[in-house]
Every structure is written in C-alpha cells, then in structure tokens.
C-alpha cells in the first residue's frame, strides 16, 4: 500500500509480462490502457486493473 | 519424507492484459490485489471517495462498452465484407481474365456473435448510469459507503465480463485475418488490377492504386504463416512507434527484428519471382526500394516510387543494376557471389565449411553451382551487410523504405543508370586511368612477344534499396583474376552530396586495386606504387625537407583526423584533387600532388589546361617524358607492321589511343 508517482510515458504494468498483484486508484493525471487492438484512457477515481485477473498466494505443506 | 516443510506457491498467477501507461504526470495509490474481495475493501477503507470511485467505474463500464460495441461492429463488417467479395470473386476473376482460386478455409468461417454474457439490459445498465452519473453521484452513491461499494462490484462485474468479450472479439478478428488472409490479397490484386483497366479505358493514368501492399507482397513471397504474421506484426509496431529511431532497446531489438524477417521474405519473393513474367508492382518497388507499406512510406513517396519503378529501365551496359538484377545474375550463375565479412569468396568460404568439417567433398561439389545457396550466401552477406553499411547510419538502420529516412526530396536522390554513367565519365574525364588494369598481349604471328596494355574495366555499381548517405567499395576484384570487374555499392536514394559520395568511392578503389596489384610490396618503397609512395610519404612527413611547417601541422591535424588510417587520408586528398586541384585551385602540398599526380595523371585535356601553372609544368614535362617513352616502341611496331602489311592488332591501336590520352 502506498503512493506511486510516475513521469509522463512511464509504463505502470506491461501486458503479458508483469504479474497481477496490485490495484491501483488514480489520484493525479491520466493513464492509457491498451492491447494490440483497442485502448481507452483512465482519470482521477479510476480503479488500475479492474479488468485483470490477480494472482493468488497459496501455502502447500509437502 | 520425514520432515515437512512449508512451500510457498503462487497458483492462478496471471500476467497482465492489457499495459498501463502514464500519458502525463501520475500519481496511483497501490493496493494489494489478492482476490476480488480485495475491490471493496479498497472502496471501504476510503469512505470519503467512495462516491467518487462507484461514479469513475460506472463511467469506465460505459466506455468499455462503446469499445466492446465497435469491435463488434468491425468483425461483423470485415465478416461481411470478406463473404461479399467471396460472392463477387468468380464473375471479377473472368472480368480481369484470371482463374479462379480455391479458397477452402472461407467455408469454415463463422459469422461473429453476440455473447449471451454480455445482455443488452448490463449495456444499457452501464450507459444509463453514465447518463445519469451527476444525480447519482449528489443523491445516490454517498447515501452509504456500502451502497458505494456494491455499485463498483456491479460496475466492476460487467466491466470484466465486456472485457472477456472484446478479447474473444480480437481474437476471432485474427483467426479471420488468417483463415481470410491469402483471399484478401488475392482480392485487393484483383481490384488493382480492375483499378487499372478502368483507367486504360478512360485514359487516366494519374493516380496512384497501391492498397495493403504488405499482404501483397507476403502472399506473392510465399513465407509460412509464421515469418508472414510475425513481419506484419513487426511493421504495424514499427509503424505504430512515434520515435521508431530511438536508442532504447525496445525499438533497437525490434529493428534488429524487422531486418532479420526482411530478408526471408526478400528471398522468398526473389525466388517466386524469378520465374514470373508479370511481377507486381508492389513487388517490384519491393525489390527495387524496400517498399512494404504505402502509411510507412507516405502517399505522396508511394505515388513516386511506383512512378520510378515503372518507368525503370535496366542499364544497357549491365554496369549499373539494381540489388534485384544483380541477385538475379547471381543466381543465373552469371556472377560468382561476392565476398564475405571474412574476405572469403564463394569457392573459399566452402572450402573452410569443409575444413571445419560442415560439409564433405559431394555437399562441396554440390553447393559450388546450386543457385539457392549461391543466393542465400549473397543476401547473407552482400545484401545484408551493403544495406546497413550504405544506409550511412549503422545503428538506426531499417531494411524497409521508411518516409521518416527520406531527407532530400526523392527525385534528386534517386541514382537511375544514366547518373551513375555520368559519374563513371566524369572521373574518366578527369583521371582517365582510374579503372585501368594492366594486362599482357601476346601475338607470335605479328612478332609481338609481350606487349604490357591498360585494358579500361568499368566496375559493376550495385544500388542497395535504400534512402542512405554512403557508398562502399565491396572488392576490387573477383577472385583472383585481375581483369574482372570491382563491385561497389551505394544507396539507390543518396541523400548526401553524391558527386563527393562517388570520388571518395573511386579514390578508395585506386588505394585497394593498387594494394592488391602489388600484393605484399604494396607499402614497399623499393617498389614505387601509389599505396608504397603515400605510406613512405605519411609515414616520415617530419623529416621531409620539401614540405614547411606549416604543412607538417596540418598533416599531423590529418592523421589525428583520421586515426592514423593512411587510405583516408589519401582518399581526402583524392576528392581536393579531382575536385579542386583539376579546376585549378590548388589545395595539395607539393608532395602528394606529386605522388597523386604520378599515379593518377590528369586526362590530356586538363594537362593541356593547367600546364602554365608552375605547379604542375615540371610534372607533366616527367609525364610526358614517361609516356614517350612507353609510347616509343609502340609506334615503331605500329610503323613495322604496316610497312610489313600486317593488321595491327586492335589492342595495340587502342594501348596507344590509351597513352595519348
């Protein structure tokens, strides 16, 4: 938990290579999410990943 | 086992979907994101935003929804498009006089679906709440942080089911791409080709009709499935990069990338094409330019280089040829292929995969004259390496023809065979014995016992498709035989000064072709060269008495210059001769004129005119003591023979046109 300031271009999350394990809340400026064929923009008071799929933390006793 | 052990796993770990970048300065508050119970307990934990964020995700939900509407929109119309053409395709085939194809795949295509997981009644749910967002958000969400929170979860429930559907919508729309792809192209050929024959009729030959030339060219060349979606995937993002020349490694490796592809499917084109009598023009200004894509290159570029590929025609001399046509002669077997980065020609780089135990003695045999490996190693190497190096700018370098590489309006670049001629005959108008080998004559019938000649070999220059700053010279001769052709190589678009780009070409070929004419005595001094001469004169500068301090400075300035590197150096004092010194403006010292002069004599024309300046009168008055004396005896066998009424041999007659010169 805690803030996070990113400068203009900066990639917050990159499709199929990081992990879904935070969520994040727009609080400053605007942020682009886009695939291969579609994107949208995000502003203050947008939710940052609503759409992916988190990763879970499991505990296997072996 | 007997002890247990506690194994952290993470399982269902999912990568991203979608990538997230900031468009200004951004700020994010991170939370931890194990399960969906995570998304109320953020909206909980922060009761006073809570309005806010049900009201931003409802908003979210119906753009995502406008999104999920369009793509549904475009499948549906290339869908329909696709299965309209499909209806139309056999009665346009007899129009354009073609045959038909079949296209088995097209059966298999289904038409897109509304997905039952996304009812009409979430669309409408999510673009009412948008509607209505101010009312909802003054008298709605605030009533209580738990009626916040559950209209994220719902908002946040029909997000992720739109967004599940818009990926299946992207993924049917690639699975069309492909089932559909060959009957594409062969359509979009089809209607060029019927663009064309409307124009022929109504006379109009204006406009330009080159549409998705990249699925042209991939479906002529033939490549698998594989090469073919990973080239257009690569150009789509080359051509989708604002800064597709930056040094960051992300637009570096897919440079790298799209240089690597460009040549299989450069080969593989090559290969279909060779026994095509009607190439398209797509492919041709492929060939001819590196062309690939009409938005890369720009409309008003496009419309020229079809012009230019139209209205080529070959050299008549077969001097001056494309990097296609010299392909070509490579693979009649009318060339050998060129030399490699090792300095290994076709017969020795065989040799060496024999040596080191690649091939045996029958692979050997067998590759010497097998037309595709013969191509294979001239793309590899040649091709490959002369289109970097000519581009001028080695780490920014792209094999296809890019708008954004175009610095000097295209019509003035372009080199056509006529221009590069006149390059060939300006040197000669200048240094008349540039290309000069020698050679020996022999006629025992006219007593002629040994009779040394310059026999003039005009080289072969290969223009590399693309917009580049450089020419190369890539050898000097063919193997080992002296009388073979040099090959040189320069960009078919020269955005630098090119009268400059070729006398540096031509002053760096006198350098090589005298090293390789003397073999190991080329820096020897006992054995006077222009190599041995300029290292002797380079080398001990300091000492020499001729030269004045000043002089003596700017040499050393020179050198620094050009790191020691004595072949650069002279190749400057080559351009400041031709250039200058031949229009009488002197900018040598008096010893490299001397050496230059000596071994690069001005053509009779010029000696005429700069003999009154004292700067040259003492070293034409030794030239043409020199050549006097060569010229001597071969007056006197031309006297001979005729009064003996024996044909003088035309070698002869044309080694004393040549001393006269």
């Known amino acids: 938990m805690g803030l996070l300031k990113l400068e203009k271009g900066q990639i917050l999350h990159k499709a199929g290579e990081d992990e879904v394990s935070s969520l994040e809340v727009i609080v400053k400026g605007r942020i682009k999410i886009y695939d291969a064929t579609s994107s949208m923009e995000a502003g203050v008071g947008n939710f940052i990943g609503l759409a992916e799929n988190p990763g879970k933390k499991l505990y296997l006793f072996l | ?661």
């Open chain 2, 1 to 661: 086992m007997s002890e247990i052990s506690l194994v952290w796993q993470k399982i269902q770990a999912k990568n991203y979907i979608y990538s997230y970048e900031a468009i200004e300065e951004t700020s994010v508050y991170f939370y931890p994101y194990e399960s969906l119970d995570d998304i109320p307990l953020v909206v909980k934990g922060n009761p006073k935003i809570a309005p806010i964020l049900a009201s931003q995700t409802a908003e979210s939900a119906a753009v995502v929804a406008a999104i999920y509407e369009k793509e549904f929109d475009d499948a549906n119309r290339e869908y329909e498009q696709i299965m309209a053409d499909y209806a139309d395709y056999p009665s346009l085939c007899i129009k354009v006089g073609e045959a038909p194809k079949m296209f088995p795949e097209l059966d298999e295509i289904i038409p897109p679906e509304k997905s039952p997981n996304v009812p009409d009644w979430s669309l409408e749910f999510v673009n009412s709440l948008k509607e209505h967002d101010a009312e909802a958000k003054k008298g709605f969400y605030p009533i209580s942080v738990e009626i916040a929170a559950g209209m994220v979860m719902t908002t946040f429930t029909i997000i992720r089911q739109i967004s599940n559907e818009v990926q299946a919508l992207g993924a049917y729309k690639k699975i069309l791409k492909r089932k559909a792809g060959a009957f594409i192209s062969t359509m979009k050929m089809i209607r060029a080709k019927l663009s064309d024959m409307e124009k022929a009729e109504t006379g109009d030959t204006g406009n330009v009709t080159i549409v998705n030339a990249l699925s042209t060219i991939l479906s002529y060349s033939d490549v698998t499935s594989e090469i073919s979606a990973k080239f257009e995937d690569e150009i789509n993002r080359f051509k989708s990069f604002d800064n597709r020349y930056d040094s960051s490694d992300e637009a570096r490796a897919l440079r790298r990338s799209i240089s690597t592809s460009f040549y299989d499917v450069y080969t593989a084109a090559f290969l279909k094409s060779v026994t095509d009598s009607d190439i398209p023009i797509e492919l041709r200004m492929f060939f001819m330019f590196g062309f690939v894509d009409e938005d890369l290159a720009g409309e008003k570029n496009t419309e020229i280089l079809y012009n230019m590929a139209k209205a080529y025609v070959p050299d008549p001399e077969g001097n001056v040829l494309t990097m296609y046509e010299w392909l070509l002669k490579i693979y009649n077997l009318e060339a050998d292929p060129s030399k490699n980065e090792f300095d290994q020609d076709w017969p020795a780089y065989l040799r060496d995969q024999k040596m080191n135990g690649n091939i045996n003695d029958a692979q050997l045999e067998a590759m010497m004259n097998h037309q595709k490996s013969r191509l294979d190693f001239e793309i590899k190497n040649l091709f490959a390496l002369g289109n970097r190096m000519t581009f001028g700018r080695v780490s920014s370098f792209v094999p296809v023809f890019d708008q954004q590489n175009v610095l000097r309006p295209l019509d003035m670049a372009y080199l056509t065979s006529p221009k590069v001629n006149g390059y060939f005959d300006m040197i000669r108008s200048i240094d008349y014995s540039v290309f000069c080998r020698q050679a020996l004559y022999t006629n025992p019938e006219a007593g002629i016992t040994q009779l040394f000649y310059s026999e003039d070999i005009t080289p072969y220059m290969i223009l590399l498709p693309n917009v580049g700053s450089r020419a190369s010279l890539w050898q000097e001769i063919d193997g080992k035989n002296r009388r073979t052709k040099a090959r040189m190589l320069i960009s078919i678009f020269n955005t630098e000064n090119t009268e400059e780009c070729m006398i540096r070409l031509f002053g760096e070929f006198r350098w090589e072709m005298c090293k390789t004419e003397q073999g190991v005595h080329w820096n020897d001094v006992t054995d006077p060269s222009l190599t041995s001469m300029y290292c002797d004169y380079l080398q001990f500068f300091k000492k020499n008495s001729a030269l004045s301090s000043e002089v003596k400075e700017k040499l050393r300035t020179d050198l620094k210059k050009f790191s020691n590197n004595y072949k650069n150096v002279f190749i400057a004092d080559y351009l400041a001769y031709i250039k200058y010194e031949a229009n009488s403006s002197p900018r040598l010292n008096k010893v490299a004129r001397e050496i230059l002069f000596t071994f690069c004599p001005f053509s009779r024309e010029l000696r005429e005119k700069i003999g009154d300046n004292p700067q040259y009168t003492e070293l034409i008055n030794h030239y043409n003591a020199r050549i006097g004396n060569q010229a001597k005896p071969i007056t006197n066998l031309v006297n001979k023979l005729r009064k003996e009424e024996i044909e003088v041999p035309e070698v002869v007659i044309k080694q004393l046109e040549h001393l006269q010169k």
